[in-house]
């Protein structure tokens, strides 16, 4: 282990806080980056002389290189990480979700930092899932501008991998879940918006007919594969799905709430959101292979914990 600092983009957010602390916790430096649009400096432990926080944006490519220099690596997490808001605004977050990871591919190649983590995700497949597991072959259809910059970003990455050398390890993220991962805004994850309403008895809305399915991924479960990929010695090319081949629809997980909590606040539906997709499970043969699996905490487990009955 060298003693320059791993960079974490979007270290004060929900994935970023969590990699954060466990990198510390084995004894590196981390710096963050971070605008805290949806971050919080009370995610992070900004009392170890180990972490520093830079606060700005990855579209600001000085503030980049001045991020990148002297690392050994990076995550880069940083990104409006709602589809929905990518639809609603997609000249805005084009700029933290594909702008921001070209910035960091040239201030890697000058800095000559090689090893990059990258949160790409399931929307890069759309609809293709419809019904099956994806494969990290299957054919992409993006279908949200967020889908199409973390394509975008891909691409990129795989050129300044050839070009340039640069050692990007790609994870096409499921959905992930898990404390920290904030249910203030309606763009926010659904089991954060759900869990939070569920205990507040607040009532909650579903998108649709809620028979939409989703492979859920407890954000303790991801963190050790990011360290592993931020700190094997070699990377393997291509992206790499994160999730369990298991999915469950918005009703099932529901249910699983008012298991775990007896009862449920009033459930409304309304219109399916725009290019929202319909079923996602990932096929996760690759991430077996390649990376050491925790072992899976059952959503059960995950919810229980979110909801204080742990
Ligand atoms: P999050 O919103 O908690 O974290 C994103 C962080 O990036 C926040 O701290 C935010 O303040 C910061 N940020 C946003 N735009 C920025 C900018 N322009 N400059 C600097 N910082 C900026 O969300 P998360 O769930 O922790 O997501 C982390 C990454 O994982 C994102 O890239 C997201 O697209 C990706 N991802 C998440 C999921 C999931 O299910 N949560 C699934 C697939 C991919
Ligand atoms: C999520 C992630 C995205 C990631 C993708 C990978 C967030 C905010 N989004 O997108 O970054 O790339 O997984 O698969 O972390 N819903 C409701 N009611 C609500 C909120 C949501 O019905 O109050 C529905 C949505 O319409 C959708 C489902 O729940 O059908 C999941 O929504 P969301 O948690 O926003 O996740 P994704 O869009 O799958």
Redesign the pocket.
Same mark, same amino acid.
């Given at each position: 282990m060298t003693d320059s600092p791993i960079l974490i983009?979007?270290g004060?957010?929900?994935?970023?806080s969590h990699l954060a602390d466990a990198l510390l916790a084995a004894g590196y430096r981390v710096r963050v980056?971070?605008?805290?649009?949806?971050?919080r400096r009370s995610n992070l432990a900004l009392d170890n002389p180990r972490l520093e926080l830079l606060e700005g944006?990855? *579209?600001d490519a000085a503030l980049m290189r001045r991020a990148v220099a002297g690392c050994q690596a990076v995550a880069h997490?940083?990104?409006? *990480?709602s589809v929905q808001a990518s639809v609603d605004d997609p000249v805005s977050t084009h700029?933290?979700n594909f702008i921001?990871t070209l910035n960091l591919c040239e201030a890697m190649r000058e800095a000559g930092v090689r090893r990059v983590v990258f949160?790409s995700?399931?929307a890069v497949y759309g609809n293709n899932g419809e019904g099956v597991a994806v494969r990290e072959d299957t054919p992409k259809a993006p279908l949200t501008p967020y889908a199409a910059d973390k394509l975008a970003s891909e691409f990129y990455l795989d050129f300044y991998q050839r070009q340039h050398g640069l050692e990007p390890a790609i994870f096409r993220?499921f959905?992930?879940f898990g404390p920290r991962?904030?249910p203030s805004s309606p763009y926010s994850?659904v089991i954060s918006i759900f869990t939070e309403r569920a205990q507040a008895g607040t009532p909650i809305k579903v998108f649709g007919d809620g028979e939409q399915t989703r492979d859920f991924f407890y954000v303790a479960d991801l963190v050790p594969l990011l360290v592993q990929a931020l700190t094997n010695a070699q990377v393997q090319g291509g992206a790499v799905n994160v999730g369990h081949n298991q999915s469950i629809s918005l009703n099932q997980l529901l249910d699983a709430i008012r298991g775990v909590l007896g009862s449920l606040p009033p459930v409304s539906h309304g219109e399916a959101r725009p290019g929202d997709i319909r079923h996602s499970r990932a096929d996760n043969g690759l991430l077996l292979e390649r990376f050491l699996m925790p072992p899976a905490t059952p959503l059960q487990v995950g919810l229980a914990t979110l909801l204080g009955r742990a």
């Amino acid at each position: 282990m060298t003693d320059s600092p791993i960079l974490i983009t979007g270290g004060a957010g929900f994935i970023g806080s969590h990699l954060a602390d466990a990198l510390l916790a084995a004894g590196y430096r981390v710096r963050v980056l971070d605008n805290l649009s949806t971050g919080r400096r009370s995610n992070l432990a900004l009392d170890n002389p180990r972490l520093e926080l830079l606060e700005g944006d990855v *579209a600001d490519a000085a503030l980049m290189r001045r991020a990148v220099a002297g690392c050994q690596a990076v995550a880069h997490l940083a990104a409006v *990480a709602s589809v929905q808001a990518s639809v609603d605004d997609p000249v805005s977050t084009h700029q933290s979700n594909f702008i921001g990871t070209l910035n960091l591919c040239e201030a890697m190649r000058e800095a000559g930092v090689r090893r990059v983590v990258f949160a790409s995700s399931a929307a890069v497949y759309g609809n293709n899932g419809e019904g099956v597991a994806v494969r990290e072959d299957t054919p992409k259809a993006p279908l949200t501008p967020y889908a199409a910059d973390k394509l975008a970003s891909e691409f990129y990455l795989d050129f300044y991998q050839r070009q340039h050398g640069l050692e990007p390890a790609i994870f096409r993220f499921f959905n992930i879940f898990g404390p920290r991962q904030d249910p203030s805004s309606p763009y926010s994850g659904v089991i954060s918006i759900f869990t939070e309403r569920a205990q507040a008895g607040t009532p909650i809305k579903v998108f649709g007919d809620g028979e939409q399915t989703r492979d859920f991924f407890y954000v303790a479960d991801l963190v050790p594969l990011l360290v592993q990929a931020l700190t094997n010695a070699q990377v393997q090319g291509g992206a790499v799905n994160v999730g369990h081949n298991q999915s469950i629809s918005l009703n099932q997980l529901l249910d699983a709430i008012r298991g775990v909590l007896g009862s449920l606040p009033p459930v409304s539906h309304g219109e399916a959101r725009p290019g929202d997709i319909r079923h996602s499970r990932a096929d996760n043969g690759l991430l077996l292979e390649r990376f050491l699996m925790p072992p899976a905490t059952p959503l059960q487990v995950g919810l229980a914990t979110l909801l204080g009955r742990a």
